[in-house]
């Protein structure tokens, strides 16, 4: 499920295609940490100088970065057609949330995603699940957790919109007693699933993938602007951040130590996510063709066709695979979910965005090809379409005339140095200097 055009970890990164999800760290542990960057994201770090490029072949083979490709049977007859060519390999559409009103209220959408990880460990006999949660020494930052009881799975409800690199955590399941559940973003689960082709023993391991709908990941700069709006000067001041849930979708929430005392400040989703953490998506997502997990068994989403407005939280559920099917009804027959099945015009009708960002990804590649910048290549997920079929004259033009107004002020072609956070893990005082400084 890989194309390989870039034949080294460190040209991934140079050419802006890494996600950050952190398998290749999983795959050469010795040569690769992942780091907290401001600028990009998370990213390989080379633990020392390699004069020997060879090493990074399996590495390179799961990256997600460089390309992806489906291999599932076409001809499945269980397969919805209408969904087939924007949306990848669909068996059933459902709809709902967890039953547990608390974990619907704490989580990002309607809290499946929680509900089936605790399902599986409860009622599956797996052992546990592998994603992601807000550091406890630096909140704005993530790491990689497996989560073993329903309190851990608690503590990591709700979505970060910052870098997490969930695949750096492989080696937990690999080296799990039972089946884990692995959670992440569409790229991470597309990574997970490709690891499993050059270690076996992780292919024991992984009991069931569940990718979240994603629009792109924000880096670090992303959430010290939202810091800046909410006045907010120290970011080691910061003792928890809440990107939404809590309600659907929920407003952010930034606990900040004062003088006085703990403090909550927060902005309402729209200003959070669509004033300040959009605009700051790594470039990687602004050429991403799978937006909605299709590498993954369930994939979970927003609803977003309904009105938000008093309803407590609601889950968009796409069955992906025939594991995925025997999962979701283990989860549905234990109790954990609350489903309906749905129409499967739910799914456009609820993220028309992702189609239209699929097209624009379509133009920014072939400018990129055109221009000889190095850009991901995908097999079986139709672009082409979707720029011809769901975006305005005018927005096909931008799409063009942004890429190659970015190419050539040489952003893409420059070799960003990564400036790792890590150094002020105890304090992330000056990182909004910086912030300031690289935003200038
Ligand atoms: C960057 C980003 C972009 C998104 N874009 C969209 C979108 O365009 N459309 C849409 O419908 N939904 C989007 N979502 C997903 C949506 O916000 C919900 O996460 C999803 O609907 C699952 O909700 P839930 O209530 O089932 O999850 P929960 O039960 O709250 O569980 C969330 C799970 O996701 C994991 N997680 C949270 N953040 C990350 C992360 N950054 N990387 C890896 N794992 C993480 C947590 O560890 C937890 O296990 C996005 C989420 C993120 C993080
Ligand atoms: S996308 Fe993942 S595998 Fe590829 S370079 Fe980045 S962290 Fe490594
Ligand atoms: S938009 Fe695509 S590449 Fe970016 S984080 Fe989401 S799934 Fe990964």
Not at 178 to 193: N, R
Not at 424 to 433: I, N
Request: hydrophobic fraction near 35%.
């Amino acid at each position: 499920m890989r194309l390989t055009v870039l034949n080294s970890i460190d040209d991934i990164v140079a050419h802006r295609l890494c996600s950050g999800c952190g398998a290749c760290a999983y795959i050469s542990p010795d040569r690769y940490q992942m780091i907290d960057t401001a600028e990009h994201g998370r990213r390989p770090s080379r633990r020392r100088a390699h004069g020997d490029r060879t090493s990074d072949r399996d590495a390179v083979r799961v990256c997600p970065g460089v390309g992806l490709e489906h291999t599932f049977d076409r001809s499945d007859p269980g397969l919805i057609r209408d969904l087939l060519q924007g949306w990848g390999p669909v068996l059933e559409v459902w709809e709902g949330h967890a039953t547990d009103e608390s974990i619907r209220f704490n989580a990002s959408s309607g809290g499946a995603t929680s509900a089936i990880a605790m399902a599986c460990i409860e009622q599956g006999g797996m052992h546990g699940v592998l994603h992601i949660k807000a550091r406890s020494d630096a909140p704005i930052l993530n790491e990689t957790v497996l989560s073993t009881t329903r309190e851990e799975i608690l503590q990591a409800t709700g979505s970060r919109y910052a870098p997490a690199s969930p695949c750096d955590g492989l080696a937990l399941i690999e080296n799990a007693p039972g089946p884990c559940v692995f959670i992440g973003k569409p790229c991470d689960v597309a990574a997970a699933v490709s690891a499993q082709e050059v270690r076996p023993a992780l292919r024991q391991r992984i009991g069931v993938t569940i990718a979240f709908f994603c629009a792109g990941t924000p880096t670090t700069e992303g959430t010290m602007k939202l810091l800046e709006r909410l006045g907010v000067e120290d970011p080691s001041d910061v003792c928890e951040v809440r990107y939404r849930g809590n309600g659907w979708p929920g407003r952010t929430v930034v606990t900040v130590r004062t003088a006085e005392g703990d403090e909550t400040r927060t902005l309402g989703y729209e200003e959070s996510w669509g004033e300040i953490l959009t605009n700051h998506k790594q470039w990687r997502c602004k050429v991403c063709a799978d937006h909605t997990g299709e590498f993954a068994d369930i994939a979970v989403g927003d609803p977003w066709y309904r009105d938000t407005d008093g309803d407590p939280g609601r889950s968009l559920v796409l069955v992906r695979t025939e594991r995925g099917r025997q999962v979701l009804r283990l989860a549905m027959s234990a109790g954990y979910l609350t489903l309906k099945r749905a129409d499967p015009s739910i799914l456009p009708a609820s993220q028309p965005n992702l189609l239209r960002g699929r097209g624009v990804a379509w133009a920014r590649i072939l400018t990129c090809r055109l221009l000889g910048v190095p850009a991901p290549r995908y097999r079986g997920l139709p672009m082409f379409r979707y720029w011809w079929q769901t975006l305005t004259a005018s927005e096909k033009i931008r799409s063009v005339a942004g890429t190659l107004r970015r190419i050539l002020s040489r952003r893409l072609r420059v070799h960003l140095p990564l400036k790792s956070l890590e150094p002020r893990r105890h304090s992330l005082a000056t990182t909004a200097a910086e912030t300031r400084r690289l935003a200038a």
